[in-house]
Each structure stands twice: as C-alpha cells, then as structure tokens.
C-alpha cells in the first residue's frame, strides 16, 4: 500500500510540475536580436508539430578544411569534409501552415578530428515577418542537437552546434545531427533557397539548394500594385 501511494504521489507531483511549467514548444527569436537557445521538443510536447511531409530535397556537400602547422597558423594540408543535407517540408495538421527541416550527416569518410566538424549553418531565403520559432526534435534520431540559433541580417537564419558549456562540438564523422526545424507561417514553398553548412565560424563552407517559403500571392499583388502606382506618378511627373 505505501508503494502504491509513493507511485501516486510521484505522479501527481510530476504532472503539476508539468502543468506549472506550461507546454513545451518551439523556442521564439527575441526581438532583441540575441541567441535563441533550444531546448529540444516532441509531437507529446507540442501536438501542432504533427503533420504531412510535403518535400524533401537532398543535397551533397563538399568542402575542405585545413591542417593547421603546429608551429603556426600556415595550412599544412588540406582534408576532405563531405556529407548531405536533407531538407524536408511539413505542413502542420492542426495550424496548416509550413515547418522547415534539415538533417546535416557527415560521411563516415570524413577523417575523425575535433576540427573536421560541421559547427554552423545558414539557411538563406527565410523572411523575418515568416517566422514563429525553432528547435529540434527530440522524438527523431540524431547525434547531435541544435544548441542555438539568431536570424541574420539578411533574409537568414544561423545555426549553432556549438553549446557554450561544452566548447567546440559539431558535427563530425559518421555523425548527423538531429533534426531541427523553423516554424514559418507560410502555406506555399519551393526549392528556392540557400543553405550553408560551415567549419570554423564561416572560414571554410559549402552552399547548397534547399526547400524555402515562397512569398504568399496577396504580397505579390501588393508589391505589383506599389510598382504599378509608382510608375504612374512617375509618368505623370513627366507629363507636366
């Protein structure tokens, strides 16, 4: 009997805590413009997750990294880092709007060297006014798990393999990382964007095609009416 009420009384505490802590979803940028920090997230903990493969895209990557010189900085050799990205495009069951993944595997040929990784990447062609959130999944397998990410200047999003308690990680040989994901409002996609897997803070990258949102038609009307508007007064400027 006081096993039974032990095992009750655990589960009731966890499901409070639980409850106090509030569902577990993926993480917002901060409009700060700092690290969003992920934490990892499943279908349990956040149902809108689950949804209909649309797209997948896979693409090679191939680069190389040096050997520095013990004695200095100057590049003794340099070393093959290769592998793919997948990325694939879910449109969620319950929002009906369009989340974002990849997969980054390193192939097992690559040389095993705490250098040889893949640390950071970019995925080019995500507007901010598109974006609700990242993470990664920790329902899905992987090696390694997005530490960070923050968007760009640009129409980017850059993630890190690199938590700050562990010190310099990533990606290596034989290894994929687990699959992380950004959250977009959008409903229509293309393969029409960029992304960039790095070793070194961006010092030696590669640049393949992957899976991005397209604009949605009514912003397309409105740009093409501001252009047709403009060109009319400019033509009645002339005209005077």
């Avoid at 009384?9 to 920090?37: C, K, S």
């Avoid at 740009?223 to 400027?237: D, E, I, N």
Wanted: some cysteine; charged content about 15%; hydrophobic content about 40%.
């Amino acid at each position: 009997m006081n096993a039974v009420r032990f095992l009750f009384h655990t589960l009731a505490g966890l499901a409070l805590g639980a409850a106090l802590m509030g569902p577990v979803q993926a993480v917002p940028f901060p409009d700060d413009g700092t690290d969003a920090v992920t934490q990892g997230v499943s279908i349990l903990d956040d149902p809108t997750l689950e949804g209909t493969l649309l797209d997948s895209h896979v693409a090679r990557f191939d680069y190389s990294v040096p050997t520095v010189d013990p004695f200095g900085w100057t590049p003794s050799e340099y070393r093959p880092m290769t592998g793919t990205v997948e990325s694939r495009v879910v449109r969620s069951d319950l929002l009906g709007t369009l989340d974002f993944y990849w997969t980054i595997s390193v192939d097992a040929s690559v040389e095993s060297d705490p250098i040889l990784k893949v640390n950071q990447a970019i995925a080019d062609g995500f507007a901010r006014s598109l974006l609700t959130g990242v993470d990664w999944r920790s329902d899905l397998p992987g090696d390694v798990p997005l530490s960070s990410a923050f968007r760009s200047d640009q129409d980017g999003v850059v993630f890190q393999f690199i938590p700050p308690q562990m010190g310099a990680i990533g990606v290596g040989s034989g290894e994929s990382s687990h699959s992380f994901f950004l959250r977009t409002n959008a409903t229509e996609y293309a393969l029409n964007g960029q992304f960039t897997v790095s070793t070194g803070g961006f010092l030696w990258t590669d640049t393949v095609g992957t899976l991005a949102p397209v604009p949605e038609p009514a912003s397309g009307l409105l740009l093409l009416l501001g252009c047709c508007v403009l060109t009319a007064l400019s033509r009645g400027r002339r005209g005077r």
